[in-house]
């Protein structure tokens, strides 16, 4: 009864092997960014730019919830952090062609405003890179062991 607990904590720390533990620490370094940054301009500023501000609570949010899925890996937590790194990009792109076409919607600036260009573009690579991640890991762990050898044949 031991080997599926093994196997499933083999699969579940699958996701932060690798390329799965810079992703972690990424994610983990724009959450602390986004939640700072949001909780500061909540509480000094809010009234002056809400949508902005309320959007770069959002992404905060996003952050943290793709770190922990990412942390507690498995089948569930993988598909989590794959439609939510789908939504991740869908939210930079919006805000990011938003931010460019009518910058005056957004008199303070997001954490995805111009595709992220104030965090070096990263929110725009993060969520690509984990989509692309998350796919290859669960290729990884969905493939099993073939067995090779057939019935002999003498």
Not at 5 to 19: D, F, S
Not at 41 to 46: A, F, G, K, S
Not at 95 to 120: K, N, R
Not at 129 to 147: C, E
């Amino acid at each position: 009864m031991a080997e599926p607990a093994t196997a499933a904590k083999q699969q579940r720390t699958k996701l932060v092997k690798g390329p799965g533990l810079l992703l972690v620490w990424l994610y983990g370094v724009m959450s602390v960014g986004a939640v700072s940054r949001s909780v500061y301009q909540i509480l000094t500023d809010y009234g002056s730019a809400p949508l902005a501000h309320t959007l770069s609570a959002v992404a905060a949010v996003v952050y943290a919830f793709i770190t922990y899925t990412l942390v507690r890996g498995g089948e569930k937590a993988r598909r989590a952090a794959l439609v939510c790194c789908a939504a991740e990009l869908a939210g930079v792109l919006i805000v990011g062609t938003w931010t460019v076409l009518e910058p005056s919607a957004f008199p303070d600036s997001t954490v995805w405003s111009g595709y992220g260009m104030g965090y070096i573009f990263i929110p725009v690579l993060l969520p690509i890179t984990g989509m692309l991640w998350l796919r290859r890991s669960r290729t990884n762990v969905a493939q099993p062991a073939v067995d090779q050898g057939g019935p002999d044949r003498a």
